[in-house]
């Protein structure tokens, strides 16, 4: 993990550690009276150090950060120095706002110490944040290359060193640099890579709402949530949820090699995913041997209840091949347990700075989740609830069990399986 400069002048004896604590102090006292000074300008300020051992430590801590960015790993020591030479590095503090949506892209920016929030706003002015960045980690990648418009804005979370390195610099460097141009090209061709279907360049942002909602998101989702038009900051809506629990799996896997046992859960979960996708579902998360599914989020869908039990019934039908696979291996075959619940959940973006995910919260969620759990008691590998089945137009195999009392709920709930 890079360092903080304090740490490289202690380090190298340029300061004694109280020194370095004395002028941190004096450092908090400015920003609350919002008179922020970097650390080394306090340090000369008070007679502590002189300005060409500070620009040694700053040097050091640069060639350090750099080395970590995947854009330049693995370069040689050398490149790294012309680099750190032609990047500016800026101290600010925090809720600085670096960079503006909409903006030319004309630098790669690298966090050297402290946090930044990457954020877009909607047209109706809401802010969702797609990522935090800390030191050692880099954005603008592909502003490099096209130069065009910026589309998130980045600002500091607390007071944070940069690198800005120019695009025009780094373009006459890599003329004379073939490592560096071999390396820019190997991160762009990943970043590439990890569309898969197409062939367009893709945004920080775009990056990010994969992030958020999986590497398998519909370019349809894909497309409302980057034109803002689905809010992410909370909303309560009509979903369908659906869970599915491996049974028995915990059991096999103390009697199957590990390695064995990540490609089954893989191949597993592969063609659970495929099925929930087939129709219009959304992989919330995987929670060890349990996907938690949603119908109707973040985009809305009229027959959500219909198109979450086809999507039961087609992972079945996977299950059924996946376990011809198993089986011709020697290896018992799997069940799985699916609890479906129709109702209304608050859905929205989730966590803290570091880590933000889409979750939906609410009785609609446990809800599905206890019904999920019903199926061994019942003998049955998906259970609806009467709520879902009512919204259901579709003929289908559904036979009635009986009420059944649930944690949290005051009456008993009307339950169905599918046959």
């Known amino acids: ?47 502590q150090l002189n300005e060409y051992d500070l620009k040694r430590a700053l040097e050091k801590q640069r060639l350090e950060v750099l080395a970590t960015v995947s854009v330049f790993r693995n370069l040689p020591l050398q490149s790294l120095r012309q680099i750190s030479e032609l990047a500016e590095q800026e101290s600010h503090p925090e809720k600085t706002l670096l960079i503006r949506q909409g903006e030319a892209g004309d630098s790669f920016c690298v966090v050297i110490s402290g946090r930044v929030r990457v954020f877009r706003t909607s047209e109706a002015g809401q802010e969702m944040t797609l990522t935090t960045l800390g030191p050692g980690e880099g954005f603008g990648e592909m502003a490099l290359l096209a130069g065009e418009a910026r589309s998130a804005s980045v600002e ?15 373009f006459a460097l890599c003329k004379t640099n073939a490592d560096l141009s071999l390396a820019f090209v190997k991160v762009l061709c990943d970043r590439l890579a990890q569309g898969n279907v197409r062939l367009e360049l893709l945004s920080e942002e775009e990056l990010a709402v994969r992030n958020l909602f999986g590497k398998y998101i519909t370019p349809e989702i894909r497309d409302e949530i980057l034109s803002g038009r689905v809010p992410l900051d909370g909303e309560f809506k009509e979903v369908t949820v659906l869970f599915a629990d491996l049974r028995g799996f915990y059991a096999l896997a103390e009697a199957t090699p590990p390695k064995e046992i990540v490609r089954l859960l893989n191949g597993y979960f592969t063609e659970m995913a495929s099925a929930l996708r ?7 998360q995987y929670i060890g041997d349990e996907i938690e599914a949603v119908f ?124």
């Open 1 to 47: 993990m890079p360092r903080r400069i304090g740490a490289y002048l202690v380090e190298s004896r340029r300061c004694r550690l109280e020194e370095v604590e004395q002028a941190l102090a004096e450092q908090s006292v400015r920003m609350r009276l919002n008179d922020y000074k970097p650390l080394g300008e306090i340090l000369i300020e008070r007679g």
């Open 156 to 170: 500091t979370i607390e007071p944070s060193s940069l690198l800005f390195l120019p695009r025009e610099s780094f």
């Open 296 to 419: 109707g989020a973040p985009l809305p869908l009229e027959d959500h209840p219909r198109l979450a039990v086809e999507a039961a019934l087609e992972m079945r039908r996977r299950l059924a091949l996946v376990n011809g696979d198993i089986q011709r291996r020697g290896r018992p075959p799997l069940t799985h347990g699916i609890g479906i619940h129709t109702g209304q959940a608050l859905a929205a973006n989730i966590g803290s700075p570091e880590r933000m995910a889409y979750t939906l919260i609410g009785d609609t969620v446990n809800l599905a989740s206890r019904l999920q759990t019903l199926s061994t008691r019942f003998g049955t590998d998906i259970i609806v609830s009467k709520t879902t089945r009512d919204r259901v137009e579709a003929d289908l195999p559904f036979v009635q069990l009986p009420s059944t009392s649930i944690k949290g709920k005051t009456e008993e709930v009307e339950i169905f399986s599918l046959g």
């Open 278 to 284: 087939q129709h219009k579902g959304l992989v919330l």
